[in-house]
């Protein structure tokens, strides 16, 4: 087969390596900011079968972003509950919505990967930006000054295509992460299980919807895999034999929740080994990896590829500044030094998880279910505190970012109403771009307009000067108004955000492109100096 010369010829701005959810993410974003995207995938097609089920309110407004959230009841649903049970069924803990949920999107939703990667896949291929490429594979990378010679084999023939940077995305057992200057840390924690996912052939209620059983015997999940869909997760133990994994012995397990081959489809099942992994190093020079290339997070805190999203979207507005000449490509050094620490807590929140799951020890287990059955099950008051997903030092106000209250944490995110007594979520008005929320009532417009006067070339920022809900006598502003490189006045619908920066002790805070804080002050123009300060590797101003 000849391959299209438009291909080979053309100099890409980012070949991204791999075309599941976190390449086709990362190729939307860089395309949507107008830079040509080459995506090229080993297979031949769209892989069709389950393996993500879970992602969390960032993902949500990330993918709202990319146009996906439209479609999401094709797709996913919202979690209500995800219970934790002993060998007894004794509810031992019970995670749910708090109630302090601030993101504008349901803390857990439940998804179906091959339905989500369709929807991703239908922008990819409607947007002029962005060519993918099936039955292509990376061979070679040779980098250069400017440039990254990326050797491909397509259908069997080797072309060598040219980027001025290559990302991979390539999975666990990841091509290109073999090709940077990069070692793993391996924690050594892995289990494997026989996880099986099944259709259901009539709507059937589940409760409680999402279910661990710690059970010593063999623990095993049971949670929603999207809409009419579920998954079976069983440990592997010492006594299975070779015929643990087939499909009679998929039956059998399932048999006690009365699933059987009249009433339901068996989809796929497969022998997972959990690992608890990460790469030291994610970008060299021009070559870059992402997702389970970069790092493998065990299941039991549902956030492995939502790692691989937030990774997507952490490099996509560094790479729109350094592509368009606004940043050194040094920024790109930030990419590792954020994420690689959050992902590191992501991995040992899962691994003291799985401690808790997987434990087979019968004088351990009664101890854990003693505690659990006794302080239980709020996990409030049965686990020690969970520490706010932050990142790691980088394109941040503080130089220990773990000092300030909401420096490098996902920004809340409410309802706002315009003039027209309309309402959005605040990032809906500004996607992809950085956004200065202002409480007015501390902060006039004239020092809010000083804000714009330090913006940093490159940089499109938004400020928003929010005002309560029962502030009488207020001009708000229209949504239509709401463009990078103005001030619009809008009412904080429920009053959240506001309340948010009063507690933070902040009259105002920055929000990056991808919805996490870069930090907060009372002064705007301080704060936006700050933020060129660290575009640009300087000093942040005093």
């Not at 081959?261 to 080994?273: C, G, I, K, M, Q």
């Amino acid at each position: 087969m000849s391959v299209d010369s438009t291909i080979t010829d053309e100099v890409w701005d980012v070949t991204v390596v791999g075309a599941g959810p976190v390449g086709l993410t990362l190729a939307l974003l860089l395309a949507t900011q107008g830079h040509r995207v080459l995506v090229i995938e080993k297979h031949d097609r769209p892989y069709g079968l389950p393996r993500a089920v879970h992602f969390t309110p960032d993902i949500s407004r990330l993918l709202d972003q990319l146009g996906v959230m439209d479609a999401v009841n094709e797709f996913a649903h919202e979690a209500k509950a995800y219970d934790w049970q002993n060998a007894a069924r004794q509810t031992l803990i019970s995670f749910g919505p708090t109630g302090d949920e601030k993101q504008g999107w349901p803390w857990s939703t439940m998804f179906n990967q091959p339905g989500l990667e369709k929807q991703l896949l239908d922008k990819v291929e409607a947007h002029p930006n962005v060519t993918l490429v099936w039955s292509a594979e990376a061979t070679s990378v040779s980098q250069g000054p400017d440039e990254v010679a990326l050797g491909v084999s397509i259908d069997g023939s080797a072309v060598s295509v040219s980027s001025r940077f290559v990302v991979g995305c390539d999975g666990a057992k990841s091509f290109m992460r073999d090709q940077i200057s990069t070692t793993v840390n391996d924690l050594g924690f892995f289990y494997d299980w026989l996880v099986i996912d099944i259709v259901e052939n009539q709507p059937r209620v589940w409760e409680p919807e999402c279910l661990q059983i710690c059970d010593p015997v063999r623990p095993v999940s049971v949670v929603s895999g999207g809409p009419g869909k579920r998954r079976f997760e069983f440990m592997r133990t010492e006594t299975d034999g070779d015929d643990f994994v087939s499909e009679q012995s998929c039956w059998d397990l399932m048999a006690p929740w009365d699933i059987t081959p009249d009433n339901t489809a068996l989809e796929r099942f497969r022998l997972y080994s959990f690992q608890s992994r990460w790469a030291t190093n994610w970008f060299d020079g021009r070559v870059g990896i992402a997702g389970d290339a970069a790092h493998q997070v065990p299941p039991f805190f549902g956030v492995g590829l939502v790692s691989g999203m937030r990774d997507a979207a952490n490099l996509a507005w560094k790479f729109d500044l350094v592509l368009s000449s606004h940043a050194d490509l040094s920024l790109l050094d930030s990419y590792t030094s954020e994420r690689v620490v959050e992902v590191q807590n992501a991995i040992g929140m899962s691994v003291e998880l799985g401690k808790v799951i997987c434990e087979l020890d019968p004088e351990k287990v009664a101890a854990r279910d003693a505690h659990f059955l006794a302080t239980g099950p709020n996990p409030e008051n049965s686990l020690p505190p969970v520490p706010p997903e932050r990142l790691g030092a980088g394109v941040l106000f503080d130089d220990a970012p773990l000092t300030a209250p909401n420096t490098g944490v996902y920004s809340v995110n409410e309802r706002v109403a315009d003039a027209s007594g309309a309402n959005a979520l605040l990032d809906q008005l500004n996607y992809g771009n950085f956004m200065l929320v202002v409480d007015a009532d501390r902060v006039s417009e004239a020092d809010a307009r000083q804000a714009l006067t330090v913006v940093p070339e490159g940089v499109r920022l938004l400020v928003v000067r929010l005002v309560s809900d029962t502030e009488a006598g207020v001009s708000l502003s229209s949504f239509a108004d709401a463009v990078p490189g103005t001030i619009v006045t809008l009412r904080d619908s429920t009053g959240v955000m506001m309340a948010n920066l009063k507690v933070s002790g902040y009259a105002c805070e920055l929000v990056r492109p991808d919805f996490v804080v870069f930090g907060g002050s009372d002064s705007p123009q301080s704060l936006v100096a700050a933020l060129s300060a660290r575009l640009h590797g300087t000093p942040v101003p005093a």
